[in-house]
């Protein structure tokens, strides 16, 4: 994916259901419906989990993602939130605009 951010402020990881769709991850009955809500208001998603999601190498296996229509007026694929941040020990460097992980620090 292109455009992908991250949000310290987002509770969990969401991706934009037009491109996850072009790579075969779709809605299935026993999918888990739930709704998210933040500045620009409140949404469906359907939580899926995943085999793994990697970002900048780092790897994370059997992890749930929220899908929604993402339509919040700027073009992006998706959301990194606290979910993921939180288990790779990721640290956002705002002087240096780097984010880094401290999972090898101990």
Do not use: C, H, P, W
């Not at 072009?22 to 888990?32: F, P, R, S």
């Not at 939580?47 to 994370?60: A, F, P, R, T, V």
């Amino acid at each position: 994916m292109k455009n992908v951010l991250i949000d310290t402020g987002s509770a969990s990881t969401i991706f934009k259901l037009d491109t996850v769709e072009e790579i075969g991850l779709i809605a299935e009955a026993d999918d888990t419906v739930g709704t998210i809500s933040g500045v620009g208001g409140s949404e469906y998603v359907f939580l899926k989990k995943i085999d793994s999601i990697e970002l900048n190498g780092l790897q994370i296996k059997d992890f749930t993602v929220d899908i929604g229509v993402m339509d919040y007026g700027i073009e992006i694929d998706g959301i990194i939130g606290t979910d993921f941040l939180m288990k790779v020990r990721g640290v956002v460097d705002l002087d240096k605009l780097l984010f880094e992980s401290r999972l090898k620090e101990g």
